[in-house]
């Protein structure tokens, strides 16, 4: 099946710091999703990449997809207590409607 | 819109016992749903694919004998685990997509936590 590498496993930061999650792959990526899993909570959609070197923004998140669609990063400006939780990137590959998860980054947010 | 309704929320049960885990799409229709496994500070990892009105799809090392799914209806998907086991205690959360595009995302239902004694 689809693999995918999601680093860094753990993420401490200062709150107003800001935070990065990448996701490699070693295949051409049809699309990535990226969800949001708070402490005790269920995964909650995020977005989705689909284009080559696609950036999408919502307020402080920054999201990319690498122009061969092997790669994609979460990028939080000046985080804020809220953003706790552990943050996936989901890909399915061509054909596939199956999502294969990262193993996600743990963000952890020091007041 | 597209809320996933998922019971139990926790179920605590003796060795042996059968437990059946419900899935619900409220507000959509959802032709297929995913059965996953949490387990603690690890990722989501994919059991199976419910596909209504047919056979679910399995993931390799997954026993269809001993997490039988039933998806009835367009709406309801049903993980069974049969005579549990200690090894069986894990946090199962179940998704649907609410569309037919391959590129839709996935709304999770909230889980549900089983504790095997």
């Known amino acids: 099946g689809q693999q995918v590498m999601q680093i860094p496993q753990y993420q401490h930061v200062q709150e107003g710091e800001d935070f990065t999650t990448y996701c490699n792959s070693s295949t051409t990526l049809s699309n990535i999703q990226w969800y949001k899993q708070r402490p005790g909570g269920h995964p909650v959609f995020l977005i989705q990449l689909v284009k080559s070197g696609e950036v999408k923004k919502q307020k402080r998140l920054t999201f990319q997809f690498g122009e061969a669609k092997k790669n994609s990063s979460l990028h939080i400006t000046a985080t804020q207590t809220t953003d706790v939780g552990t943050y996936f990137c989901?890909?399915?590959?061509?054909?596939?409607?199956?999502?294969?998860f990262g193993k996600g980054t743990k963000l952890s947010v020091i007041p | 819109g597209a809320v996933v309704s998922q019971h139990p929320s926790w179920v605590i049960c003796k060795s042996g016992t059968s437990v059946k885990i419900e899935c619900r799409s409220l507000d959509f229709q959802a032709t297929t749903m995913f059965w996953y496994r949490q387990f603690p500070k690890q990722s989501l990892m994919l059991m199976a694919t419910s596909n209504e009105g047919s056979k679910a799809t399995y993931e390799q090392g997954v026993e269809k004998d001993k997490f039988l799914i039933n998806h009835a209806s367009l709406t309801l998907s049903t993980l069974t685990v049969t005579s549990a086991h200690p090894e069986d205690s894990s946090f199962y959360i179940c998704?649907?997509?609410?569309?037919?595009?391959?590129?839709?995302?996935?709304?999770f239902g909230d889980g549900t936590r089983l504790s095997i004694l």
């Open positions: 998704s649907a997509r609410d569309g037919p595009g391959a590129y839709q995302p996935q709304h």
């Open positions: 989901a890909v399915s590959g061509a054909g596939s409607y199956q999502l294969t």
